[in-house]
């Protein structure tokens, strides 16, 4: 049993053994419907539950899928129809429980520390969604869309991102320490990575390359990432926020100066961060990096399981 929380916890060699069975899973998966079986049958009989305190549209799509290709059963719940909400129940019985009925818990919240508890009273693995400060899946689905259309290992790319610094970004900026990329992020002045995550980059013998000018941080990219600047959850002053990134939109001129074959991804939802001729264009493959999460995040269900060939 393996959890999945943040991807700076587990080795490189793990991450790469997810991304390599995720390719062999989608290639043997070429002629087969959505929610036919893999031949192996690798989950059969087990549940999955599913835990989600914050919205979600491809990735609790996407693992409902996945979960069913490997031969398991899903139930989806929110934390407010469980005791666990206002029922007064603590999370440590809540825990037990989960690891009573289930085979594996998977959750989307707004709280790092209930990720963090629940994994010391679960007997079963946990698998983190996303969470204020990561959102691990997301990303290692990236990586393999990028190695994917590339056809070359991340570690040979530049990698550039252009926005907010938020848990999205501090997952690609562990992914940049175990896969060994050149990761620069185009960012105001005042909105940079948090001082604990540079700390930790540091310590690793790392280096990020920090710009409040995109067009330096976009100069000669492979692979151009963007999210939603203002998210459905941002508490701070929205209005403040689109003005001070106003000069950060992803833009035809803006890509003009990354590499000739650069691509342009983004997780979705979108806002203003992206112009629709890039969004729409042939340089996005938004698209195929959302199709790509099934065939990932079933590599890491079954890396968090146990097993993975």
Known sequence: MKNFINLKDIPASDLRKILNDAKKRKFKRRNLNTLEVDKDKPLNGRLIIQMYEKESSRTRLSFFVSINQLGAASITVKSNELHLGKGGESLADTARILSTYGDGFLLRTDSDKKIEDFSKSLKIPII??????????????????VEEIKKKPVTKLNICWIGDCNNVLNSLIAASVKFKFKLSIGCPKSYKPPKFVMEWVKKNNRKIYIFSDPKKAVKNADVVFSDKVVSLNDKGDKIKKNRDFKNFKVSKSLMSLAHPKSIFLHCLPRGNEVSEDVFSGKQSRVWQQAQNRVHVQKSILLYSFGKLR
């Open 128 to 145: 983190n969604l996303l969470s204020p400060s990561s959102h691990p899946c997301q990303v290692l689905s990236d990586i393999f869309t």
